[in-house]
């Protein structure tokens, strides 16, 4: 009998196995894969994930981010760029094995290779069953990502509703070093390398190229009930890269998956059961940011977890729902709120951008959107007081 089962060892699980190891309990964390694995992903990070994780991560870093290039549905072109830094680009696969490490180092037992298929519920906690074992706990973490098994077991979740979620198509794509600076700057003023984002190219969503080291992370992504052929729109932002950067993009490692785009989550808990990051749905409806927000509630998790250990009493489970609706849901209702107005229609789209273009207060504030450098409550207030006052035409226009 352990004191916490957790599913997963993304960076949800992981954050959450060595918080719940630091506090003293006897956590096992079980994952499907064998880590270093890929998780289909841009890898950009906010900056304050370094602020969140109590190690260095510098030596998972592959390219800090001072800038980004948004392109609107027109082809109009803003770069946007400042002093400080606005994030950093990881590859998933050494970061979330870094992550993974330092929960092991912190005592978690982390089991690899270990898929879990069902949970029973018990008179006094869970028995979490995999292929050829089972695990039993007072406590159960689920951090088994958007195709969860743990939300459907439970009955929290039956499937995910198509305004609730988002499909991408992506691929790594492999790039000499010495290239990639060539191919992300399109011109002499733009001096420091970006991350791109391409609105228009699909509703609802965007496209985006970001640099690591030696690869290209190339995209596109969209709510599900707004999508419209999406493969077709894949292709068309590959051949559009390839003829305006020169590049052949090979595309072996191109594949789909889905990430949670509906804001805030209803309901993130069930009997002794806490679900963190996408399980939970905790993630930036406006960019599909999630991995701060995966870390960020499995540390949540494994501080409610400690108290309902050490009370013995699995009523407590209510706190960590309260604590999500507080904190991390008052950001992804403002994330939502933007992304309405933004996504609205292409219309609405190319005329964001041309505000902020035009009005360097607005491009700031469009960075720090994007980049999430501020709490986004705070960036939803400047953003429709920055529209009202300067732009009330074209506020109305949006629908602001
Ligand atoms: C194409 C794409 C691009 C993205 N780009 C970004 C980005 O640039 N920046 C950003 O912040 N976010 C991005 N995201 C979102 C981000 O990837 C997720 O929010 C993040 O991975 C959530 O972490 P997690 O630990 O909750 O889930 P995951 O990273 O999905 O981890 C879940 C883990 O659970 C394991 N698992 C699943 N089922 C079981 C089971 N039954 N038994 C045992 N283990 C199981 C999986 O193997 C996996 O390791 C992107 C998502 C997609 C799809």
Redesign the pocket.
């Known amino acids: 009998m352990h004191d916490l089962v957790i599913?997963?060892?993304?960076?949800?699980?992981a954050s959450c196995a060595r918080r719940a190891a630091l506090h003293g309990l006897d956590v096992v964390l079980?994952?499907?894969?064998v880590h270093p694995?890929d998780?289909?992903?841009?890898?950009?990070?906010a900056p304050h994930v370094k602020d969140l994780v109590d190690f260095d991560i510098s030596e998972v870093i592959e390219h800090d981010i001072y800038a980004v290039r948004l392109i609107s549905p027109s082809g109009r072109r803003l770069y946007l760029k400042r002093e400080t830094q606005a994030g950093y680009t990881v590859k998933r696969h050494k970061f979330d094995h870094h992550l993974l490490k330092k929960a092991e180092e912190a005592g978690a037992r982390v089991e690899q290779d270990?898929?879990?298929v069902a949970i029973e519920q018990l008179k006094s906690g869970i028995r979490v069953l995999t292929k050829g074992d089972s695990y039993r706990a007072p406590l159960l973490v689920a951090?088994?990502?958007?195709n969860?098994?743990v939300a459907r077991s439970l009955g929290i979740r039956k499937r995910w509703p198509s305004d609730q979620v988002g499909l991408?198509i992506?691929a790594d794509v492999p790039v000499d070093p010495g290239e990639i600076e060539r191919i992300m700057s399109v011109s002499e003023e733009e001096n420091r390398m970006p991350i791109e984002i391409h609105f228009g190219q699909v509703k609802w969503g965007y496209a985006w190229c970001f640099p690591k080291r030696d690869e290209l992370s190339v995209?596109v992504?969209c709510r599900m009930d707004r999508m419209s052929n999406l493969k077709e729109s894949w292709r068309d932002f590959v051949s559009m890269l390839e003829r305006t950067r020169g590049i052949q993009i090979n595309l072996d490692s191109t594949r789909s998956?889905?990430?949670p785009l509906g804001g805030c989550e209803k309901r993130v808990i069930g009997r002794r059961t806490m679900l963190?990051?996408?399980?939970a749905g905790l993630?930036s409806p406006f960019s599909?940011?999630?991995?701060?927000y995966?870390i960020e509630s499995g540390q949540i998790a494994a501080d409610v977890a400690k108290d309902m250990t050490t009370a013995r009493n699995p009523v407590l489970v209510r706190n960590y729902q309260n604590i999500i609706k507080k904190s991390m849901c008052r950001n992804l209702d403002a994330a939502m709120f933007i992304s309405n107005i933004l996504y609205k229609s292409s219309s609405n789209t190319e005329l964001v951008c041309k505000i902020a273009q035009e009005d360097p207060v607005m491009g700031e504030l469009m960075l720090d959107i994007i980049a999430n450098t501020k709490p986004m409550p705070e960036l939803k207030i400047a953003l429709i007081k920055r529209l009202v006052t300067r732009h009330p035409l074209k506020a109305l226009r949006l629908g602001v």
């Open positions: 599913v997963g060892g993304g960076p949800a699980g079980l994952e499907k894969s694995r998780k289909l992903c841009g890898g950009g990070l270990t898929e879990v951090a088994d990502g958007v969860g098994v991408c992506a995209g992504g998956f889905r990430v963190i990051g996408d399980a993630v599909g940011e999630g991995i701060y995966a």
